[in-house]
């Protein structure tokens, strides 16, 4: 599976950025996918994850209720959408995906990865 993240860019806080990944390689509906992200200086943390079906979605708190996956599997694509965005999100986000039915919150719970996309966010 290759996946490749993009729509990252530079944005004032409380604006809006929607990035996506591109999957390939795999039939997309055969794979839970998510979203973590990575700030200068910190280890890489968990944001949000869809299940295959799409039905179930799960968020870290820090994000919750301004951030939303979705997922297109005719396009392949998986979807973030960033709302209210904040001064501490500024981060390089990064796509995941793993053929385990699980949701998991931790890096080693998926297979594959994309290269990530930089997000900015100016106060």
């Not at 390939?24 to 973590?36: I, K």
């Not at 939303?68 to 990064?94: E, G, V, W």
Request: hydrophobic share 35%; with cysteine; glycine share 10%.
């Amino acid at each position: 599976v290759q996946l490749q993240a993009s729509g990252g860019g530079l944005v004032q806080a409380e604006g809006s950025l929607r990035l996506s990944c591109a999957a390939t390689g795999r039939t997309f509906s055969d794979l839970t996918a998510g979203w973590f992200r990575q700030a200068p200086g910190k280890e890489r943390e968990f944001v949000g994850v869809i299940s295959k079906n799409g039905v179930t979605t799960v968020y870290a708190d820090s994000v919750k209720g301004r951030f939303t996956i979705s997922r297109d599997d005719a396009k392949n694509l998986l979807i973030l959408q960033m709302n209210s965005l904040k001064p501490t999100d500024t981060a390089k986000y990064f796509c995941a995906a793993t053929h385990r039915n699980s949701a998991s919150r931790t890096t080693s719970g998926y297979e594959w990865w994309g290269q990530g996309t930089l997000v900015t966010v100016s106060s």
